[in-house]
């Protein structure tokens, strides 16, 4: 799958991307998730896309870094796209 076939509200299969950006990591506390999450933006050549990174994947991805999202879900974010792992998917480091 690439950036430009992603819909708001549902998930994907497999989606590759570049890690243009990796904001440094907060903590967040809420009833369904306690840990560290992380925001970025990646790429693809079809556009550019939110990325959310939960827990482990927090350390796992660097700026630079290419992944590959299995699993994931989209959904929309004052505007724009951003995908993520969700509970369910797989975050593969393939290149840095």
Known sequence: ??????KPGAGFT?????????????LVSSPNYHGAVAAGCARDETGIVGLVLW??????VSTGNVV???????????GELVVSTGRHGQLTVLDS
């Open 14 to 26: 497999n989606l590759e991307v570049l890690v243009l950006r990796r904001y440094p990591r907060r």
């Open 1 to 6: 799958m690439q950036v430009r076939e992603l």
């Open 68 to 78: 590959r999202i299995e699993g994931g879900w989209c959904r929309r974010s004052h």
């Open 55 to 60: 827990g482990d994947q927090v350390d796992q």
